[in-house]
Structures are given as C-alpha cells and as structure tokens.
C-alpha cells in the first residue's frame, strides 16, 4: 500500500511544537503515512492550533481561508484541526468552516491513524476526550534534525488563573514516569542533542507518584544522566519556585540557569482577581532567592494588561514590579476574554485604547531594561552553542548563551558547525540580541 502524505502545521507554545513531533511519531508507526514538511502534495494537512487568545483562533481561521487553494487543486484533500482549539471549539469548528473534516484535541492523539483513515471515504471525524493519564511515554517522537530537543514532563494544568482557557483545552495535571524521562534523554544525547527542554504547563508541579519524585529531585537526576547535555525547562509556577529547585539549578552546571517565572500583575488586587494563588511580595522573595542563589541568571516573564478592574494604580505597580525585578525578557499580552473561563463572567470593562496605551507602556520599559542590561554584556566573553545562519545574512550565524540569550558571530567560511560550543566575545547588542566574534 502506498503511504499518503501527512504535512502537520503548528501554532501556539512549545508544547504544541512537542506534540505534533509525537503525533508525527504516531502516525509513522502506523506505517501507513508519511510526514511531509510543505503543504504542497499532502494528502492531510493537519493544523495544530492555540485558544490561548482570541488572535491566536483568528490567525487560524486566516490560514484555513487560504488553505482552500489546495483543495481546489487536490480535490481529496483531508483539512484537520487538532491541539487546544479542537479541544474549546468541539464540533463548532466543522461549521465554521466546510474544509475541516477532522478534529482532534490534545490527548487523542493515538487515535489519529485510524480517523485520518476513516475520513478518506469523506466523512467527519472528531475525538476530544480528555484524559487524566495520558502523557504518551511510550511514544517516541518523531523530532526535526537539530542539537535541540523538546520533552515534555508533565501535561495539563490545575491552577485554573481566571483568565485562562488552558486548563479546559489541556485538562488535568499529570505526570510522566521518571524512568522513561531518563530513557528517551539518554538516547537524546547518543543522539547527538546537545540540549533538552523540559516542558509542562506547569513544569516545576512535576511528581512521579510511584518513584515519589518531585520537580527538583527530577532535574538532579536528568543532570547527572547527561552531564554533557544544557538542560532547560519551562515554564514555572512562582508557587512552585522552591528553596529545593533553585538550589539544585545551583549545585549544577549543565542546568542553565535561565528562569521563565511569568507574574501576569504587579497588583494583589489583580492577582487575587486573578486566581494565581500568590502575592507580589511572594513573588520578589522568590526573585530574591534567585538572586542570592546564582552567580550568575537571566529572567523572563509573562505579563496581562488590562485584565478587568485594572486601575492606573494597578498598572504602575506593574511597571514597578518590572523596574525592581529588571526581566531580561518579557511576554506581553493585552487581556483577552476567553468564553467559559472565571473571568469570563466579569465585565470586560477597560476599554482597548487603554489596553492599548498599557500594553505599549509596558512593551517600551521591558525594551528599555532589556536594551540597558544587554549594553552591560559588552566586552564579556560567554559560551555559544552553535544553531544556525541568521535570517539576515547567511555568514552571520546564531546560537545562544547558557542564559539564553542570542548571539550572533561570523561564520564566513562555516568554520563552526551546528552544535559545536564557541566562546564569543560581546561587542555590541541591541534589546533583543548581543554580537560578538568568535574567541580565537
Ligand atoms: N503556565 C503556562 C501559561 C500558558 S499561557 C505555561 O506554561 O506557559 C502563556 C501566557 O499567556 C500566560 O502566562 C499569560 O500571560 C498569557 N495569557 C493566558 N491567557 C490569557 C488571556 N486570556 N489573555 C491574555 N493573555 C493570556
Ligand atoms: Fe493558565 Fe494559570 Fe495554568 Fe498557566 S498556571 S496554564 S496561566 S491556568
Ligand atoms: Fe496555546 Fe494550548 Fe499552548 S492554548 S499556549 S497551544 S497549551
């Protein structure tokens, strides 16, 4: 039987680009598809989609318009929707749009072979339950030639912030096995990966209930397997942050210390409103034991504004919290109501251009900050690993620090490969990259 052409396109978080890898891994297995990397010839066009704010669905339904040049030109084309808004928009999608034809949400993966299948003969397929055990251990993904890999550790979320559809298009924490963790990184690095990032929604509520082994526990054991492996992970709960964790980012070197700790609100009013179970003042003590802790770390944070009620007063505490704290990087959203969550039921009372104005305050201070503390790297020498040419210009080339930060060097020549480590020297940045040459 010949195999037909699967070609998967994915928005949304880094777990979302993890699973279509064990999706793609899936329907390979099945020996009946093959993984295309272009829509171009594909028998299924599969989109992994985000909810997390409304642009992110309209960006969706932008690229499902102008998917139907391919049907037009491939009559049997089969259109899925699959990832977080399968799982908020159920069997809605069919009727917002006549291309889809399958729906899939994040936990059904397994089931993907045989639906695919199935909606050949021209009927709709749709699996969208939610599982309280699914982490697909036993999968191995089918990942993208590179030095970096994903591997996500836990799935779901129980914190329920008000403002957030993920724990309904995600469901319940769970987590992966500890052995199966170790397995899949030591055959990363006989790979040849040079890093992994650890994933979950939330990833430092991490707890293998048979080993009883929490998040910590865990990194010092993924450490010592791969010492010669840069570990990351993303992305933390300040509730979760514990003494435990940053000490162990500290007692070993081939965990980067870089920290996405994402506060949302510099405000206790909002953050109560906002059900994220901390305090401003819980959150700084959690940065300053960061700060006591580790030589040497870079922060990033996810910041809302305009969440509803949010006073002048609320927002400059905000910027507050960010002058304090001085974010290497930040993520910053305009508030975006969510049908079904808690604070859904509120009155979405700021009116965009103050969420405008907001949004754009807090985007020129995080350029400000990241643009000071990056001038500050000048004459430093850090180490890079290497990833690939630049955008711009081929014989400029990026990796990045242990810190995370991206570094462009000249590779004229292409004298560093990809995964080699090379000591740059910094001799200019901007906000968002340092550039630097090669330490010879
Ligand atoms: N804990 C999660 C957060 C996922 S959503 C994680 O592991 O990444 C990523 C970010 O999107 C959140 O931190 C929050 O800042 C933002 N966000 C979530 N829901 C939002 C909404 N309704 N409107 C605006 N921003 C939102
Ligand atoms: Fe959403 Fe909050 Fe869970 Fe993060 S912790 S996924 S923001 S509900
Ligand atoms: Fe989006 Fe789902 Fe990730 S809503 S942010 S793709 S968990």
Redesign the pocket.
Known sequence: MTKQNVYIETYG?Q?NEYDSEILAGILTKSEKYNIIHQPEGADYILINTCS??ENAEITIYNRLNHLKQYKKSKKNLVVGIIGCMAERMRKDIFSKSELVKIVIGPDEYRLAPDILQNSMAGNSAIAVRLSRVETYEDIQPLRKEGISAWLAIMRG?N?F?S????PYTRGRERSRSVRSILQEIEQLQNDGFKEVTLL????NSYFDQDEKINFPQLLRRVAKAVANMRIRY??S?PLDMSDELIDTMNEFDNICNYIHL?F?SGSNRILNLMNRGYTREHYLERISKIQTTLNEFSLST???AGFPTETDEDHNQTLELMQDVQFDGA?M??????EG?K?YKMIDDIPEEVKVQRLNEIIELQNKISKEKNKLEIGKIYEVLVEKPSKKKPQEWMGRTKLNKVVIFDNTDEKYQTGDLVNVTIKRSNSATLIGDVAV
């Open positions: 978080c777990m997390v704010r979320c914190h912030c403002y957030c559809i993920v979950g929604q939330n990833v993303v992305t709960h994402p949302q996810d910041i809302i993520f959203f305009k508030y975006s109501p969510r969550t604070a």
